[in-house]
């Protein structure tokens, strides 16, 4: 069985790389992937909790 | 073991994510996508949600990246970056890993039961096959109306 706190801190680090994707992007496109890379980690920890 | 597996996944994921942010070219990006959702399709069965890990992969992949690769392809190709070569060297690569990494998804003995794949076919299409359904006619929908907007566009 895999600890909650571990999936926590996963999806944590992808959310913070999503952000730093999102700032950093200028085509609206690519803003979408990074927004995608967001809702996968939510839709992780949802599934997990 | 299982603790093993999710320590793989998730380097491969973390990875798969710094290479969607700082990847210049947008078919990259697209195709590090591609391989981002069948790492968190793999996660999910490991975790022991076979329905939502199959629904993300035809969701996700058959819809949302097939959707997102036809707006690039609207994009004229010099604005693109499109490098044909590397992507012919790149994606028989992804697809071998992907190859590698979903049956490790499933081998996991907290999935339903000792799940390998004919046991999570016949699991999926005898409980949720009417939702499998759905999904399918949803995106065969939305490619339909891609493919509208993409004559229309043309057309003017």
Same mark, same amino acid.
């Given at each position: 069985?895999?600890?909650?706190?571990? !999936?926590?801190?996963?999806? /944590? =680090?992808?959310? %913070? #790389?999503?952000?730093?994707?999102?700032?950093?992007?200028?085509?609206? !496109?690519?803003?979408?992937? /990074? =927004?995608?890379? %967001? #809702?996968?980690?939510?839709?992780?920890?949802?599934?997990?909790? | 073991?299982?603790?093993?597996?999710?320590?793989?996944?998730?380097?491969?994921?973390?990875?798969?994510?710094?290479?969607?942010?700082?990847?210049?070219?947008?078919?990259?990006?697209?195709?590090?996508?591609?391989?981002?959702?069948?790492?968190?399709?793999?996660?999910?069965?490991?975790?022991?949600?076979?329905?939502?890990?199959?629904?993300?992969?035809?969701?996700?992949?058959?819809?949302?990246?097939?959707?997102?690769?036809?707006?690039?392809?609207?994009?004229?190709?010099?604005?693109?970056?499109?490098?044909?070569?590397?992507?012919?060297?790149?994606?028989?690569?992804?697809?071998?890993?992907?190859?590698?990494?979903?049956?490790?998804?499933?081998?996991?003995?907290?999935?339903?039961?000792?799940?390998?794949?004919?046991?999570?076919?016949?699991?999926?299409?005898?409980?949720?096959?009417?939702?499998?359904?759905?999904?399918?006619?949803?995106?065969?929908?939305?490619?339909?109306?891609?493919?509208?907007?993409?004559?229309?566009?043309?057309?003017?």
């Amino acid at each position: 069985m895999i600890p909650y706190e571990y !999936i926590f801190y996963l999806t /944590s =680090i992808l959310f %913070v #790389i999503a952000v730093f994707g999102m700032l950093m992007r200028k085509n609206l !496109i690519n803003f979408v992937i /990074s =927004i995608e890379i %967001v #809702i996968n980690a939510a839709l992780i920890n949802f599934a997990a909790g | 073991m299982d603790i093993l597996i999710f320590y793989a996944i998730s380097t491969l994921l973390i990875l798969m994510s710094i290479a969607i942010a700082l990847s210049r070219r947008l078919m990259h990006s697209l195709i590090f996508l591609f391989f981002f959702v069948v790492l968190v399709s793999s996660m999910f069965i490991l975790l022991a949600f076979p329905f939502l890990g199959v629904a993300e992969l035809i969701i996700y992949n058959g819809g949302i990246v097939v959707l997102l690769t036809v707006a690039a392809s609207l994009i004229p190709e010099e604005r693109l970056g499109f490098d044909r070569k590397k992507i012919l060297i790149a994606l028989p690569i992804l697809m071998i890993a992907l190859m590698l990494i979903l049956p490790f998804g499933q081998a996991s003995t907290t999935g339903v039961g000792q799940t390998n794949q004919p046991s999570l076919g016949i699991y999926l299409f005898s409980h949720y096959s009417l939702l499998i359904l759905v999904a399918a006619v949803t995106l065969l929908a939305s490619l339909m109306t891609a493919v509208y907007f993409i004559r229309s566009v043309e057309g003017e």
